[in-house]
Nanobody, 115 residues
């Protein structure tokens, strides 16, 4: 069983920045891939950013150039740096970890972009 705990969400004005963090209960060396997803009210959950072990990061077109996914293997942490935030980025953001054939989710953290 893998536990993921997100933090760092909150209310921010358009154009502002937030950094989300996800703490994993195991060494992230054991995790195949990690990612951030988000779900806005009335919409399906969507992939925001993805980082496989030893591979290249990938991003949803809507966040390219604004968001950066990274990880700290020594601290077993996953991060999402979000810059130039827009109202349409408002959603609950979830951390995801894949250890085939299983997939694990955090509880989510709310990000609200509003003036």
């Amino acid at each position: 069983q893998v536990q993921l705990v997100e933090s760092g969400g909150g209310l921010v004005q358009p154009g502002g920045s937030l950094r989300l963090s996800c703490a994993a209960s195991i060494s992230i060396f054991r995790i195949n891939a990690m990612g951030w997803y988000r779900q806005a009210p009335g919409k399906e959950r969507e992939l925001v950013a993805y980082i496989p072990s030893g591979g290249r990061t990938s991003y949803a077109d809507s966040v390219k150039g604004r968001f950066t996914i990274s990880r700290d293997v020594a601290k077993n942490m996953l991060y999402l740096q979000m810059n130039s935030l827009k109202p349409e980025d408002t959603a609950v953001y979830y951390c995801n970890a894949g250890i085939p054939p299983y997939e694990y989710w955090g509880q989510g953290t709310q990000v609200t972009v509003s003036s």
